[in-house]
Nanobody, 123 residues
């Protein structure tokens, strides 16, 4: 059983940057594919990005490609989301998620979830 805890959210102006962190415990972190999802106000939870166990392969939603970067540090059991050039439409609760195995881009693909953290981008 893996526990995930997000940190680093907050309020930022459009064009600014934030870095989210997700600390994992209770399992062998390097065994898991990690991902970030987000849920904008009044909308469904949507895929943002995922990274494989080694950090050597990542995949992004078109809406964040070129602005967001996912990375991981297996020695620290932590995955990161660097968010640059933020837009008001990036406002959402951001969730960290984990799964075994192959790439997945739907929320039902993931077995473990953090509690979520608010990111608000003001215009």
């Amino acid at each position: 059983q893996v526990q995930l805890v997000e940190s680093g959210g907050g309020l930022v102006q459009a064009g600014g940057s934030l870095r989210l962190s997700c600390a994992a415990s209770g399992g062998t972190f390097s065994n898991y594919r990690m991902a970030w999802f987000r849920q904008p106000p009044g909308k469904e939870r949507e895929f943002v990005t995922t990274i494989n166990w080694s950090g050597g392969s990542s995949y992004y939603a078109d809406s964040v490609k070129g602005r967001f970067t996912i990375s991981r540090d297996n020695a620290k059991n932590t995955v990161y989301l660097q968010m640059n050039s933020l837009k008001p439409e990036d406002t959402a609760v951001y969730y960290c998620a984990a799964k075994f195995g192959v790439l997945g881009a739907h929320k039902s693909d993931y077995d473990y979830w953090g509690q979520g953290i608010q990111v608000t981008v003001s215009s």
